[in-house]
Antibody
Framework: QVQLVESGGGVVQPGRSLRLSCAASGFTFSGYAMHWVRQAPGKGLEWVALISFDGSNKYYADSVKGRFTISRDNSKNTLYLQMNSLRPEDTAVYYC??????????????????WGQGTTVTVSS | DIQMTQSPSSLSASVGDRVTITCRASQSISSYLNWYQQKPGKAPKLLIYAASSLQSGVPSRFSGSGSGTDFTLTISSLQPEDSATYYCQQSYSTLYTFGQGTKLEIK
């Protein structure tokens, strides 16, 4: 079945780095833009980053721009988020999500229709 | 960046009630507006895309409307399983943004 599984979360000290992975299965991963969305404890959803289906375009929220890098390996059906210079305010559950539209935009009007279960990142000394 | 503002932040309603949640964008986003439902400890679930299109498998009591800057999510007859937090999201800009969420409780 269609599935996204995140991994790589954990506890890390401020200023350190962490790389998250998201393994996709059950659909044509290479045809869909992918996103990272995070949720701090007790807070709402925050969109973090987006990569186009072929990896040629990448976009970031202002809060992570210059520190986080989104990438993908379509041969491995895997999405990544490299997080550098981590701050306590980066503490959150990180979700990967697939765009609903096949090779359309983004942006597009179709939303994110497949989500992983999330992986927890805690930035603390 | 496009800012999304939802109202109310929380509400309480009874089973069978008609419930409406609103979302306003800081600039026109055409119909590039999506709605999600999130239950505690779970990933969000897409309910409505393109402002008014029902995602496959979502009950027909959920509906969306609006265009430009003002949008609504309506639950026509509230059910106990609808207790959740609801988020709007714009996908008009490549910097996607969510509203702050509306927590819906069942009386």
């Amino acid at each position: 079945q269609v599935q996204l599984v995140e991994s790589g979360g954990g506890v890390v000290q401020p200023g350190r780095s962490l790389r998250l992975s998201c393994a996709a299965s059950g659909f044509t991963f290479s045809g869909y833009a992918m996103h990272w969305v995070r949720q701090a404890p007790g807070k709402g959803l925050e969109w973090v980053a987006l990569i186009s289906f072929d990896g040629s375009n990448k976009y970031y929220a202002d809060s992570v721009k210059g520190r986080f890098t989104i990438s993908r390996d379509n041969s491995k059906n895997t999405l990544y988020l490299q997080m550098n210079s981590l701050r306590p305010e980066d503490t959150a559950v990180y979700y990967c999500a697939s765009d609903k539209a096949f090779k359309v935009g983004p942006p597009n009007e179709y939303g994110l229709d497949v989500w992983g279960q999330g992986t927890t990142v805690t930035v603390s000394s | 960046d496009i800012q999304m503002t939802q109202s109310p932040s929380s509400l309480s309603a009874s089973v069978g009630d008609r419930v409406t949640i609103t979302c306003r964008a800081s600039q026109s986003i055409s119909s590039y507006l999506n709605w999600y439902q999130q239950k505690p400890g779970k990933a969000p679930k897409l309910l409505i895309y393109a402002a008014s299109s029902l995602q496959s498998g979502v009950p027909s009591r959920f509906s969306g409307s609006g265009s430009g800057t003002d949008f609504t999510l309506t639950i026509s007859s509230l059910q106990p399983e609808d207790s959740a937090t609801y988020y709007c999201q714009q996908s008009y800009s490549t910097l996607y943004t969510f509203g702050q969420g509306t927590k819906l409780e069942i009386k």
